[in-house]
C-alpha cells in the first residue's frame, strides 16, 4: 500500500481553482473521487502512526463543497483537501489538523482553536496562578525548532476580572492557542512527508499534556473526571 500524498493531488486542486463551478467539477468528478480515496488512505496512515504515541478517537476528512450560505464567496468547491485529528475525550484535551494545499500553502497545525468559556477561563486562571510550566514548554529547543511561536488570536487588553499588569498578560488575553507548521509542495509528496507530521505532531505532546491535566482538574489540581 502506497502511503503517500497522491502526486496528482496539486494538479487537480489548481484546475479547480481555475474552473471552480458545478460544470466542471461534475465532468471532473471520477477523478476528484479517485483522489479522495488516495486522501483518506493517507490520512487513515497518518491516524495509525499517530496511534502508536496518542489516542486518537476520530478521523475527519473535510468535504470539497463549501458552505456557502453565510459567506460572501460564492464559490462552490474548497481549493485544498484538509483533515482533523481527534483525541479521545474527556481525558485528552486538543487536537490536530492537516491543510494540503498547492503553491507551497500547505501546513500543519495543533492547539486549541476554540476553546469553549468555561475552558478558556480555567486556562487563564492557570496562567495567573503559575504560567512557569507553559513558559519552559514554549522554551523548549526541540519543541521551538519544530513549531515555532505560539500564535491565535488574543484580546488587546485583559480579559475581564484579570490585571492588565500581571506578568502572564501575554498568556492570559489569548483566545486561541495554536501551532503551525508550513511545507512546500515538494515536502508534501516526498516519501516521508506523513512520518515527518507524526513526528512534528508527537513533539506538541508536553503541551497536550500540561492543557490536558489543567482542563481535567481544578485550581487545586482535583480531578474532575
Known amino acids: 500500500m502506497n502511503h ?3 502526486k496528482d493531488i496539486f494538479p487537480f486542486l489548481v484546475k479547480l481553482k481555475n474552473n471552480n463551478e458545478r460544470e466542471w467539477f461534475n465532468e471532473h468528478k471520477p477523478e476528484f473521487k479517485a483522489l479522495e480515496t488516495k486522501m483518506k488512505v493517507a490520512f487513515n496512515h497518518l491516524g495509525e502512526l499517530m496511534n502508536v504515541h ?3 478517537e476520530k478521523i475527519k476528512v473535510f468535504r470539497i463543497y463549501r458552505d456557502v450560505r453565510f459567506s460572501k ?4 468547491y474548497k ?3 484538509a483533515g482533523s485529528f481527534a483525541r479521545k475525550k474527556p481525558e485528552l484535551r486538543g487536537g490536530y489538523y492537516v491543510h494540503i494545499q498547492p503553491n507551497n500553502e500547505s501546513f500543519i497545525a495543533t492547539g486549541f482553536w476554540d476553546p469553549n468559556k468555561e475552558d ?9 496562578t503559575d504560567d512557569s510550566e507553559m513558559r519552559a514548554i ?7 525548532n519544530t513549531w515555532g511561536e505560539l500564535s491565535g488570536d488574543e484580546l488587546k487588553t485583559a480579559p475581564k476580572g484579570f490585571d492588565k499588569t500581571h506578568p502572564s498578560i501575554d498568556l492570559i488575553r489569548r483566545k486561541q492557542f495554536i501551532f503551525v507548521k508550513t511545507y512546500t509542495d515538494q515536502d508534501v509528496l516526498a516519501a516521508d512527508f506523513l512520518q515527518e507530521v507524526n513526528d512534528a505532531f508527537k513533539t506538541v505532546r508536553p503541551f497536550f499534556n500540561y492543557m490536558s491535566d489543567v482542563l481535567t482538574t481544578n485550581l487545586n489540581g482535583e480531578s474532575l473526571l
Not at 73 to 76: A, E, I, M, S, Y
Not at 120 to 128: A, G, M, Q, T, V
Open 4 to 6: 503517500t500524498i497522491p
Open 54 to 56: 496518542d489516542q486518537i
Open 73 to 76: 464567496n460564492k464559490l462552490p
Open 79 to 81: 481549493t485544498h483537501f
Open 120 to 128: 478558556l477561563l480555567r486556562i487563564r486562571k492557570e496562567f495567573e
Open 138 to 144: 514554549l522554551k523548549d529547543k526541540s519543541f521551538k
